[in-house]
């Protein structure tokens, strides 16, 4: 009669079966604990201040205007399509004339002279009387690029400002131009104090 086989303990299989039932505890403690996620942040009174919201509609025109041209090969900015209008209507412009109507620093403006250089929409030519002064002309291919523009932003302004009627977008246009001549006056008159602090 072969000798009997002696039983397996059942400690091991407690302990696995204890190990598991704690795991599944556990689990289900770590659950019962997650944390209850903090209210959503809210802009609150930063949406009563002027700069917030200008600052605001200046994005969302830009972001606009990016999605409205996409599909052009060589997409120029906001700015660089005001410089063209600029040149169209005053043909021979030069650059230093052209910062001073665009309110831009003069080597921010090199940067976006060049870029139209480069797309072939703008040509330069030195002015004869001074010698260090360009003159821009646009090219026939800028003028093509300026009509396909000009058309694009005439659809863009108009989906960005349909919530607008008419007269609200006059009056828009007004209260801006109005913010805009208003801040150009202080600003030069702080900066004129400046200088004078600094000769005293």
Same mark, same amino acid.
């Given at each position: ?5 002696? *039983? ?16 599944? %505890? *556990? ?12 209210? =959503? ?26 999605? =409205? ?10 700015? =660089? ?15 230093? $004339? ?46 093509? %690029? ?19 009627? $008419? ?6 246009? *007004? ?26």
């Amino acid at each position: 009669m072969p000798p009997s086989r002696p *039983a397996k303990s059942k400690r091991p299989a407690l302990r696995k079966a204890r190990s598991d039932g704690r795991s599944r %505890a *556990a689990v289900q403690k770590r659950v019962a604990k997650k944390p209850t996620p903090a209210p =959503q942040a809210r802009i609150g009174r930063l949406a009563r201040e002027f700069g917030y919201l200008l600052r605001r509609a200046s994005a969302v025109f830009s972001v606009h205007w990016a999605l =409205q041209f996409a599909a052009e090969e060589a997409p120029i900015t906001p700015v =660089q399509c005001g410089m063209m209008i600029l040149v169209d209507e005053n043909p021979g412009l030069t650059q230093i $004339e052209l910062a001073r109507l665009l309110r831009v620093e003069g080597s921010t403006l090199w940067q976006l002279v060049d870029r139209l250089l480069e797309l072939g929409f703008i040509h330069r030519r030195r002015v004869p009387e001074d010698r260090r002064a360009y003159a821009i002309h646009l090219s026939q291919a800028g003028r093509k %690029a300026l009509r396909r523009y000009e058309h694009g932003s005439r659809l863009h302004k108009q989906a960005l400002l349909e919530c607008l009627s $008419e007269k609200e977008r006059g009056a828009l246009a *007004a209260m801006l131009t109005r913010v805009i001549e208003a801040g150009d006056r202080l600003n030069e008159r702080k900066a004129s104090e400046r200088r004078t602090d600094r000769r005293r």
